[in-house]
């Protein structure tokens, strides 16, 4: 039986945060046409600096691949069988974890207190234990059921 509730919270969420911050989609959709890009960034001097000189990329960034990580995680529940594909999913979690408590860290003194990326960090950490379980799992050979 799927575990249809947590299939849904995890994609209405992982929607809802790429809907949200969808800076860096837009940014890599414009790459080639720089001008529809329509944010503007300035430095301290307030002088214009391009999106991934800003304080904003990395913490966006953290947030919009942890939504991707939460889609995934829909995905993988409904394909829990695929070890390959649970495997993906554990080390993108980790990378992308592990990146938005960088972020944290590395705007902490000019941006302050990032919400988003510590509320993206602690749902990588429930995600990944959930993966790492799945994948233990999907490790242990199977026991035929008795007739």
Not at 79 to 104: D, E, G, H, P
Request: charged share 10%; hydrophobic share 50%; net charge neutral.
């Amino acid at each position: 039986m799927l575990p249809t509730a947590e299939i849904l919270i995890s994609f209405g969420i992982g929607v809802l945060l790429l809907y949200m911050c969808n800076r860096p989609i837009e940014y890599l959709l414009t790459r080639s046409h720089p001008d529809k890009f329509t944010w503007t960034f300035n430095d301290a001097n307030n002088n214009p600096i391009t999106y991934t000189q800003s304080i904003f990329f990395l913490p966006d960034v953290g947030v919009c691949l942890m939504g991707v990580v939460l889609v995934l995680d829909g995905i993988q529940m409904i394909f829990a069988r695929s070890k390959k594909f649970v495997m993906f999913a554990l080390a993108l979690t980790a990378i992308t974890t592990l990146l938005n408590i960088a972020a944290l860290i590395a705007t902490f003194n000019q941006a302050g207190f990032q919400i988003w990326n510590f509320v993206a960090a602690i749902l990588g950490g429930y995600i990944g234990m959930y993966q790492w379980t799945a994948l233990k799992q999907l490790q242990q050979p199977r026991q035929l059921a008795d007739s």
